[in-house]
């Protein structure tokens, strides 16, 4: 006691504020040490007035519209559907603006053309490096103000790329984009949580078309722009696209609450690797996605070496002109849609699109190299089998946990981006060794395999191979969710995790395992 005395008068008046019994010198010491700093404080409070709080704060905020109301869920409209597909168009489009113009690239900042090519590479890498670990998040957090935070941070840091002189800070640049280009994958997700089971199918194709949509117009306005002005100028189109995107979703898109609030981020990771190796619905769709997405890549690499190199010897403008065949995809997709994938079960559209695909290679493969008709064909039949197969894969693994359909997608999208790297590296081996037939060649295997491992487990089928629940292509006949409400609607209705158990559930049958 006579210590803590003793003490009292090298503490000053803070002493008066601190009771005697039990403390003693380093406790003293201690509490001075954790009082806080006056500047501390001062620039704590200007973190929290800086500007991300603030554009956090700007972006959380919502118009009475959008607020998520549980006696009054958001129903899922036409205007809704295309104002998803018009995002999904104006943000995929950054990873494509570069690839037309990696010459006039290479030539700017004086760089070699394998240099140039990074460009397009490390854009991908950061889409892989967003689509494996932002992705999974969504199915933790509200979507609404993930999807716009995306959005601006990809679009402010774009204003970069629009001005520097330094290439390695415009592949840094680059990479980062790519990270926050995930959006429309965010956005499939949410187009199968809004949409009713019935028009799922055919709301999904619209905003794939999207996506499509996005591939056309970012290569040709990027090699129509490049050929007549600065390619600079292409990137500040992109920029402006960009926040109309932001401004357009900050005042239309939806609320919608998280769906597993608490779930431990690392053990969703983990998830997704486990029901991979244990869903055998989602295994069979990721091969298949793996495979297609191989075939597509390597088409659309080689062509242009195809149609540089003689007897055709085009443009850059004039093999740009290629991605119009997209408009056939963009037009048939949601015809497709509704009239085979509403209406049957999923792996007959994926089949069918499949078959579609193979009959335009093999065409493709041996005329092309004397005929530009072969290309063509092969554009428009690749397209639009993609399109037709990836949209209903989709559809169908976004039946299998309606609460972790972001990353069931991102899952998905994983095998997805691994078939493209494949694909690259596959086709542009065989063309420098054997030309168009060699890398032709290898697309029909890609496809062949493909639909080996479509036939080889039926739509109804609970293990990993065979048809042990009948050959009927009927959706009617299929095991489905309940048609005529949207899972918004549903989860109001049927609260709870156990929803799935009940057996008074709306659901037609009980959940494949």
């Known amino acids: 006691m006579n210590e803590d005395q003793s003490e009292k008068p090298s503490i000053g008046p803070e002493t008066e504020n601190i009771s005697p019994v039990g403390q003693d010198k380093s406790a003293i010491d201690t509490d001075q040490r954790d009082a806080p700093d006056p500047s501390a404080v001062a620039l704590d409070d200007t973190a929290k007035n800086g ?22 869920p958001p129903s899922f409209t036409l205007s809704m559907n295309i104002l998803l597909a018009f995002s999904g168009t104006f943000t995929v489009a950054n990873l494509y603006y570069p690839q037309p113009i990696l010459n006039v690239l290479a030539e700017d900042f004086n760089v070699s053309y394998e240099k140039a090519s990074d460009v397009a590479a490390l854009s ?10 932002l992705c999974p998040l969504a199915d933790m957090i509200p979507r609404r103000p993930f999807i716009l935070f995306l959005i601006w941070m ?26 926050g280009t995930v959006t429309p994958q965010l956005m499939l997700p949410l187009v199968g949580d809004l949409a009713p089971a019935h028009r799922r199918a055919s709301s999904l194709s619209v905003v794939v078309s999207g996506l499509a949509l996005g591939l056309l117009i970012a290569r040709v306005l990027s090699g129509i722009v490049a050929n007549f002005t600065s390619w600079r100028n292409i990137y500040w189109l992109a920029f402006g696209a960009q926040y109309l995107t932001l401004v357009l979703l900050f005042f239309y898109l939806p609320d919608y609450p998280a769906k597993n609030k608490g779930l431990n981020y690392f053990k969703a990771l983990w998830g997704m690797a486990v029901m991979v190796v244990t869903e055998p619905l989602l295994t069979q769709a990721c091969i298949i996605g793996f495979l297609l997405s191989a075939a597509f890549t390597s088409f659309w690499t080689t062509l242009t070496f195809l149609l540089a190199s003689p007897p055709y010897e085009y443009s850059s403008l004039e093999i740009g002109c290629f991605a119009f065949i997209g408009i056939v995809v963009v037009a048939l997709a949601p015809v497709w849609s509704r009239l085979i994938t509403d209406r049957f079960v999923f792996l007959f559209s994926v089949v069918l699109g499949l078959a579609f695909e193979l009959i335009g290679i093999v065409i493709s493969t041996f005329i092309g190299s004397f005929t530009v008709a072969g290309p063509i064909i092969h554009a428009i039949m690749m397209d639009s089998g993609t399109n037709f197969s990836h949209t209903a894969n989709r559809s169908n693994v976004y039946n299998l946990d309606p609460k972790a359909r972001n990353r069931v997608n991102t899952a998905y999208m994983v095998f997805a981006f691994a078939g493209q790297i494949m694909g690259t590296a596959v086709g542009n081996r065989l063309y420098a060794q054997g030309g168009w037939v060699w890398s032709g060649s290898s697309n029909i295997a890609f496809i062949g395999v493909a639909i080996i491992v479509g036939i080889a487990r039926g739509p109804r089928e609970t293990g990993w191979v065979g048809w042990s629940k009948g050959w009927n292509i009927r959706k009617d006949d299929a095991p489905k969710r309940t048609p005529e409400i949207s899972d918004v609607e549903e989860a109001v209705q049927q609260p709870g995790p156990a929803e799935a158990e009940n057996p008074q559930s709306k659901s037609d049958v009980p959940k494949e395992k």
């Open 124 to 133: 991908q890498a950061g889409y892989a490096v967003g689509l494996l670990f």
């Open 154 to 179: 990809t679009a402010t840091i774009w204003i970069g790329l629009c001005l520097t002189n330094n290439f390695n800070v415009f592949l840094s640049l680059s990479f980062l984009c790519g990270v």
């Open 51 to 72: 500007l991300l709080t603030k554009v956090i704060n700007i972006l959380g905020w919502m118009p009475q519209r959008c607020r998520y109301d549980p006696e009054n």
